[in-house]
């Protein structure tokens, strides 16, 4: 079973006790006031890295969607994972990084994206946000920055608040953050979920990572975690 990020419920942001010290002072002086503010793990604790990183991956590269590459591109390579699932964070930066930077910037390839649950809780918050900021075509970007921030995530828990910080480390383009979290809310994000969904069972995937690699000479499904050699070599032979 994958190890899932610690998701808890939106908490409310934490209280801010000002602490006025009214100081009479001596002739034109006047007084200070001195505010002090206490948090317990509010907006200002939450530390999102990585944004250039990923925009020097991704930038640039089409996207409609789940899609990343360009739609000509011979090869078509299906990833179902789970943003959630602890392990998945590595095997996306040993495996489909690799993929993005290489074949997909190249041309040679396409990459779509499936959000798959691993866990029997379902689908979390994350995945409905993911799947909002492909309406921008930026959902990759936001795949990306959320592997990078899961530290994160388990420390503060991934909810609407940790989310929203992930969107403003993807909008050091034009990713309009507004326009996302009211995309969150539309009906179609359901229903892509639920196709994601049906999708990995009728491919009966295990809990791990899968891909499903397409091209003019067939296709060919690997699972439980497939190294890059593996889905390299499932590449040349569907090419």
Not at 9 to 34: D, N
Not at 96 to 116: A, C, E, K, T, W
Not at 227 to 238: G, K, N, Y
Request: proline share 6%.
């Amino acid at each position: 079973m994958a190890d899932p990020v610690n998701e808890e419920q939106p908490r409310r942001r934490p209280r801010v006790i000002g602490l006025l010290v009214l100081a009479l002072c001596v002739g034109l002086l006047g007084f200070a006031i001195v505010s002090l503010s206490v948090g317990n793990g509010g907006s200002e604790d939450i530390r999102i890295t990585g944004a250039e990183e990923v925009q020097s991956l991704v930038g640039g590269i089409p996207q409609d969607g789940p899609r990343l590459g360009s739609s000509d591109a011979p090869v078509t390579v299906q990833v179902f994972n789970d943003m959630q699932c602890d392990p998945c964070s590595d095997w996306n930066q040993q495996v489909v990084v690799p993929l993005i930077s290489g074949p997909v910037r190249s041309g040679d390839i396409q990459l779509v994206y499936h959000n798959f649950p691993m866990t029997e809780s379902g689908f979390f918050l994350g995945a409905y946000a993911a799947v909002a900021a492909a309406k921008q075509d930026y959902e990759w970007q936001f795949i990306q920055l959320f592997f990078l921030n899961q530290d994160e995530a388990k420390k503060h828990g991934a909810d609407q608040e940790f989310l929203d910080n992930i969107a403003r480390g993807v909008g050091v383009t034009n990713f309009n953050v507004e326009q996302w979290q009211r995309d969150m809310k539309d009906d179609d994000i359901q229903s892509t979920l639920e196709d994601d969904e049906k999708l990995s069972a009728e491919r009966q995937l295990p809990a791990e990572p899968a891909v499903v690699v397409g091209g003019p000479n067939g296709s060919k499904q690997l699972i439980d975690s497939p190294s890059l050699a593996d889905v390299q070599a499932a590449i040349s032979e569907v090419r």
